[in-house]
């Protein structure tokens, strides 16, 4: 992993939050998508110090399975003036007072991306893709939904997970957000705003139970030949 040598001030700044080209919008839900956020010289270091994580899914972060530049692009994207930009494009007034959980997912299966909304615990969720390109597929394209069973209902065109775009958005009973089923690599960082410090501890205990028994099944798979039941 990488030594950071990189001036972290101009990551994620909270002033191109404000730029009219980020996409912000209310209806139905409140949600926004923001392109090229992040320095394009610095993504060789990012892809190198991303954790090599043994399931797949979102897995709680942890400092010790990261390099540098991303420990350091975490601590940028949970700085209370950067997470209060986010919530003023949401309409969430001073965000930051919200507890953060961190996840990380560096590989999905077919399983994932069904339609949903997120849970009652969180107050809004930021996604933060680190993918160098992405070929012209539909499937792993995030999409904000007008309903629960209708992938082909679209707020807004679909959105390529690709480098340097983060996309927030507000949890409601509509927030309904989904993508195609993709299998593969697919690097994103989710930070979730939640509603108590009571719903973090509870997130953090049932992530840590996941991460075991996904590293347990890795375990299994090869010493098995992948067998896992």
Same mark, same amino acid.
């Given at each position: 992993m990488t030594t950071l040598a990189a001036d972290t001030s101009s990551w994620l700044k909270?002033?191109? #939050?404000?730029?009219?080209?980020?996409? =912000? +919008?209310?209806?139905?839900?409140?949600?926004?998508?923001?392109?090229?956020? #992040?320095? +394009?010289?610095?993504?060789?270091?990012?892809?190198?110090?991303?954790?090599?994580?043994?399931?797949?899914?979102?897995?709680?972060?942890?400092?010790?399975?990261?390099?540098?530049?991303?420990?350091? #692009?975490?601590? +940028?994207?949970?700085?209370?003036?950067?997470?209060?930009?986010?919530?003023?494009? #949401?309409g969430i007034e001073n965000m930051s007072q919200y507890p953060t959980y961190v996840s990380i997912s560096r590989t999905l299966k077919k399983r994932h991306g069904n339609?949903?909304?997120?849970?009652?615990?969180?107050?809004?969720?930021?996604?933060?893709?680190?993918?160098g390109d992405w070929a012209s597929t539909s499937e792993g394209c995030l999409r904000f939904l007008n309903r629960i069973d209708d992938f082909e209902d679209t707020v807004v065109p679909e959105i390529q997970p690709i480098y340097g775009t983060l996309v927030a958005f507000k949890r409601a009973d509509n927030s309904f957000h989904g993508h195609?089923?993709?299998?593969?690599?697919? +690097? =994103?960082?989710?930070?979730?705003?939640?509603?108590?410090?009571?719903?973090k501890l509870r997130k953090a205990k049932r992530g840590r139970l996941s991460h075991k028994l996904k590293q347990l099944q890795g375990w299994l798979g090869g010493k098995f030949g992948g067998k896992t039941g």
């Open positions: 909270a002033s191109a #939050l404000a730029h009219q080209d980020t996409l =912000v +919008r209310s209806e139905p839900f409140s949600f926004m998508v923001a392109k090229d956020m #992040l320095p +394009r010289d610095i993504m060789p270091s990012l892809l190198e110090d991303f954790p090599k994580l043994k399931g797949s899914g979102y897995l709680p972060y942890e400092s010790e399975e990261c390099g540098d530049s991303v420990n350091a #692009l975490i601590k +940028r994207m949970i700085e209370p003036e950067f997470a209060n930009a986010i919530g003023d494009n #949401l339609i949903h909304t997120d849970g009652k615990s969180k107050i809004a969720t930021a996604l933060l893709y680190l993918n195609l089923p993709f299998e593969g690599e697919r +690097r =994103v960082i989710q930070i979730a705003w939640l509603v108590s410090a009571e719903d």
